[in-house]
């Protein structure tokens, strides 16, 4: 009787140790849903309009998708802000869209690829989602710079924001460091 019993409370156990099991392998799923969630929006809303460097292609200027998030190349050394007149223009951007010179100074956009010494990679979730949200530089630094739009962070979930985080975690690194923003003149 009593081996009977300890018999079924090892069956038992083997069953919950099933179900737990089961459930342990759920966020692995999940994770991979958020990574194709992330790149849907990403696509979607084009952050790489900003954060991909563009180059002529037959059919124009495009993102390269060789340095795809990667920010502005460091190669492309600006060292002062356009000069703003009376005229109607306020803003300008490099050719390859990824610095902007206006009443701000010059902003150039951030590498957004895991490379852990100039990308996200040393990142936690936690401060990218506070980065989009309080529009400040690692969630609590400096106000950002336009034109990074600070909609995202307004109107997009915790689920959205952490899934654009999940999917920016899969791309290819690029070791680009991207300059820190200059004053205004
Ligand atoms: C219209 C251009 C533009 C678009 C579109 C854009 N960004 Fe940015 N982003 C910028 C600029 C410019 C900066 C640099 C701002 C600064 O240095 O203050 C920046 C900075 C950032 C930073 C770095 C902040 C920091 O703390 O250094 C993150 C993260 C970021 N963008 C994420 C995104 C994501 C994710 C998307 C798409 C969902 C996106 N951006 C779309 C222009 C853009």
Redesign the pocket.
């Given at each position: 009787m009593r081996l009977l019993l300890v018999c079924l409370i090892a069956l038992l156990g083997i069953g919950l140790s099933l179900v737990l099991g089961e459930a342990e392998s759920e966020p692995g799923v999940a994770a991979q849903d958020r990574v194709a969630r992330g790149r849907y929006?990403?696509k979607s809303?084009?952050?790489a309009?900003?954060?991909s460097p563009w180059v002529m292609g037959p059919n124009g200027p495009h993102p390269d998708p060789d340095r795809d998030l990667s920010g502005h190349p460091a190669d492309l050394v600006i060292e002062a802000p356009l000069a703003l007149g009376e005229g109607p223009w306020g803003l300008a951007a490099s050719r390859t869209m990824t610095a902007?010179s206006g009443p701000w100074g010059v902003?150039?956009?951030?590498n957004?690829t895991p490379d852990p010494e100039t990308g996200?990679g040393e990142w936690s979730e936690d401060e990218?989602v506070a980065?989009?949200r309080n529009m400040?530089?690692?969630g609590i630094?400096?106000p950002?710079?336009?034109?990074?739009?600070p909609m995202?962070g307004q109107n997009l979930t915790d689920e959205d924001l952490k899934s654009?985080y999940a999917y920016?975690r899969t791309i290819p690194p690029v070791k680009n460091r991207v300059p820190t923003?200059l004053p205004p003149r």
């Amino acid at each position: 009787m009593r081996l009977l019993l300890v018999c079924l409370i090892a069956l038992l156990g083997i069953g919950l140790s099933l179900v737990l099991g089961e459930a342990e392998s759920e966020p692995g799923v999940a994770a991979q849903d958020r990574v194709a969630r992330g790149r849907y929006l990403v696509k979607s809303i084009g952050c790489a309009d900003c954060h991909s460097p563009w180059v002529m292609g037959p059919n124009g200027p495009h993102p390269d998708p060789d340095r795809d998030l990667s920010g502005h190349p460091a190669d492309l050394v600006i060292e002062a802000p356009l000069a703003l007149g009376e005229g109607p223009w306020g803003l300008a951007a490099s050719r390859t869209m990824t610095a902007w010179s206006g009443p701000w100074g010059v902003s150039f956009t951030r590498n957004l690829t895991p490379d852990p010494e100039t990308g996200l990679g040393e990142w936690s979730e936690d401060e990218f989602v506070a980065t989009l949200r309080n529009m400040r530089h690692r969630g609590i630094g400096r106000p950002l710079l336009p034109p990074m739009p600070p909609m995202y962070g307004q109107n997009l979930t915790d689920e959205d924001l952490k899934s654009i985080y999940a999917y920016l975690r899969t791309i290819p690194p690029v070791k680009n460091r991207v300059p820190t923003p200059l004053p205004p003149r």
